[in-house]
C-alpha cells in the first residue's frame, strides 16, 4: 500500500520552533490529502492541520497562527512548520494521507497513518 515516515520531533523550549516532515511512498497513484494529527498522554487523537490536492488548508484553532503546514506533491511529502510552541503542543504528533494507490490493474483508495514522531516543549 502506502507508508509514511515522519521526521523531525525532538526536544524545543517553550516559544522555539520545530518543523516536522513526513514522506509517502508506494505505489501511489494520487494523494487527495495530507494532514498531521496529535495525540497527548491521557487524550484522544486531534486534528492538528490538513492540506487537500486542491490547496485548501485547515487548522486547529489552537494553533492558527502559529503552525503552518505545506505539501511538496512532486515529493509526496507534507510538513508542518511549528512555531511559538507551548508545552501544551507537547504530545506524539502522527501524519495521515489519503488517496489512490495502484493495485492489480487498476487503483483502490488507500488511508495511512504514519508511525508517530514526539514534539516536547519544555517551560
Known amino acids: 500500500q502506502v507508508q509514511l515516515v515522519e521526521s523531525g520531533g525532538g526536544l524545543v523550549q517553550a516559544g522555539g520552533s520545530l518543523r516536522l516532515s513526513c514522506a509517502a511512498s508506494g505505489r501511489i497513484f494520487s494523494i487527495t490529502a495530507m494532514g498531521w494529527y496529535r495525540q497527548a498522554p491521557g487524550k484522544q487523537r486531534e486534528l492538528v492541520a490538513t492540506?487537500?490536492?486542491?490547496?485548501?488548508?485547515n487548522y486547529a484553532d489552537s494553533v492558527k497562527g502559529r503552525f503552518t503546514i505545506s505539501r511538496d506533491n512532486a515529493k509526496n511529502t507534507v510538513y508542518l512548520q511549528m512555531n511559538s510552541l507551548k508545552p501544551e503542543d507537547t504530545a506524539v504528533y502522527y501524519c495521515?494521507?489519503?488517496?489512490?494507490?495502484?493495485?492489480?490493474?487498476?487503483?483502490?483508495?488507500?488511508?495511512?497513518w504514519g508511525q508517530g514522531t514526539q514534539v516536547t516543549v519544555s517551560s
Open positions: 495521515n494521507a489519503g488517496g489512490k494507490y495502484y493495485r492489480g490493474y487498476g487503483t483502490a483508495d488507500f488511508d495511512s
Open positions: 492540506s487537500t490536492s486542491g490547496r485548501s488548508t
